[in-house]
């Protein structure tokens, strides 16, 4: 049987965020998402696509010419064969992220050589805390990265919690993005140079560059 993806968009553009910020990357948008975030930026991936073979999805991806790839959403992890899609991706020799909300078990991805996950802790401001699977965190690799999206105080200070009860700076990248709303970088840069976390401090340099609306950039 084929395999197929609904596929919302495929585009190249600028990594705007991780430790890949600034790498040209091809970026596969699937269709779906199992949470809905206060903050979402990506609503129309919720239900738009097309349905595509796993073939031509991984041909559109290298034919960017990019060395790096990020599939996304959207929940990719809702859909099956994304876990072959960054197989196929990366056994063609790309650079695999795939950023994932973290409410579904990574298991799958992991295991696959030269595929970096991209893991959302969600923060109480998203709504979605609740839905946070805290044993994907025993699943990192030293690869792998985890990202706070922070839009308060208290989102920093739950945020900085986690850190230290998981010991996640110890396993893996922490990132903190502040959310485009509702927190200035400055303000939460002052936080994290003030407990000297050890976290990266993420711009999402996409919307700076292209601005904030701007769809498939
Ligand atoms: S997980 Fe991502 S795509 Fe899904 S609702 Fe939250 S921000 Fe939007």
Redo the contacts with the bound molecule.
């Keep these: 049987m084929v395999s197929t993806l609904k596929v919302c968009e495929i585009f190249t553009s600028i990594q705007g965020e991780s430790s890949y910020a600034g790498v040209p990357c091809a970026f596969i948008r699937l269709t779906g ?5 206060t ?5 129309y ?2 239900d738009e696509g097309v349905e595509l073979t796993l073939d031509e999805v991984a041909q559109k991806a290298t034919s960017t010419g990019t060395k790096l790839v990020e599939i996304t ?3 990719p992890l809702m859909q099956q064969p994304s876990i072959a899609l960054a197989e196929r991706l990366s056994l063609d020799g790309l650079t695999v992220l795939v950023e994932t ?1 973290g409410s579904l078990d990574i298991s799958p991805l992991k295991g696959i050589p030269g595929v970096t996950v991209i893991m ?1 802790l ?1 923060t109480p401001s ?1 709504g ?1 805390s609740a839905h946070n699977d805290y044993a994907n965190i025993a699943r990192l690799t030293p690869e792998d990265e985890v990202k706070f999206v922070i839009g308060s105080r208290d989102d920093y200070t739950w945020a900085a919690q986690i850190i230290r009860r998981y010991e996640i700076d110890k396993k893996c990248l922490a990132l903190m993005s502040p959310a485009e709303t509702s927190l200035t970088p400055k303000v939460l840069t002052g936080w994290i140079l003030e407990d000297k976390l050890d976290v990266r401090l993420n711009v999402q340099i996409h919307k700076y560059i292209f601005g904030p609306n701007q769809r498939g950039v």
């Design positions: 998402c199992n949470l809905r975030c903050y979402c930026d990506t609503k991936a919720y959403g959207g929940e909300n959302d969600k998203s979605m």
